[in-house]
T-cell receptor
Framework: EDKVVQSPLSLVVHEGDTVTLNCSYE??????LLWYKQEKKAPTFLFML????IEKKSGRLSSILDKKELFSILNITATQTGDSAVYLC????????????FGEGTQLTVNP | EPEVTQTPSHQVTQMGQEVILRCVPI?????FYWYRQILGQKVEFLVS????????KSEIFDDQFSVERPDGSNFTLKIRSTKLEDSAMYFC???????????FGPGTRLLVL
């Protein structure tokens, strides 16, 4: 059974801090790992990672995948109050249907 | 930018009643999904759908659940006889190909009383 574990489960920081969110996984026939941001309702897509060692970057957010050690990190630099959300990590296997298996999420709170 | 849309945003129903949750995936997408999230818990996969048939379903997706793509735009999830434990947020997602990202709709909050 595919498994995703995220840490920490919650994190409180001050504006301007840098945070690192962790995601480890076990999946048979790995295809991709995805990061989503969930504020109030729908998960909104951040990154899709398929190859080890290649950093994906979008503004203050970046992410990297290590397929040997089976983990990924999501970094947020110079955090803002608008970054407060639950950050979800999900993995996808090379199977028919291609379901996403989600972790529990990291609740990030950025205080002014 | 195209979005996945879902209706209704909220639904309250009595236990034992049938509900239909509706989704309009992004127009050129071919793969469709339903997930649910019970309050305070993980997002869980229910079912995937491609080429007018179910590709994969989870153990949650029992005989009380069904999906349908009745026309070229809508994708529905029906729960035949709701139970209290069906109370959750239900998300629809779609993707263009198996190699692209799944995009999620805003969800339907279902409350079964």
């Amino acid at each position: 059974e595919d498994k995703v574990v995220q840490s920490p489960l919650s994190l409180v920081v001050h504006e301007g801090d840098t945070v690192t969110l962790n995601c480890s996984y076990e999946v048979t026939n790995f295809r991709s790992l995805l990061w989503y941001k969930q504020e109030k309702k729908a998960p909104t897509f951040l990154f899709m990672l398929t190859s080890s060692g290649i950093e994906k970057k979008s503004g203050r957010l970046s992410s990297i995948l290590d397929k040997k050690e089976l983990f990924s990190i999501l970094n947020i630099t110079a955090t803002q109050t608008g970054d407060s959300a639950v950050y979800l990590c999900a993995v996808e296997a090379e199977t028919s249907g291609s379901r996403l298996t989600f972790g529990e999420g990291t609740q990030l709170t950025v205080n002014p | 930018e195209p979005e996945v849309t879902q209706t209704p945003s909220h639904q309250v129903t009595q236990m034992g009643q049938e509900v239909i949750l509706r989704c309009v995936p992004i127009s050129n997408h071919l793969y469709f999904y339903w997930y649910r999230q019970i309050l305070g818990q993980k997002v869980e996969f229910l079912v995937s759908f491609y080429n007018n048939e179910i590709s994969e379903k989870s153990e949650i997706f029992d005989d009380q659940f069904s999906v349908e793509r009745p026309d070229g735009s809508n994708f529905t999830l029906k729960i035949r006889s709701t139970k209290l434990e069906d109370s959750a947020m239900y998300f629809c997602a779609s993707r263009r190909t198996e190699r692209t990202t799944q995009y999620f709709g805003p969800g339907t909050r279902l409350l079964v009383l």
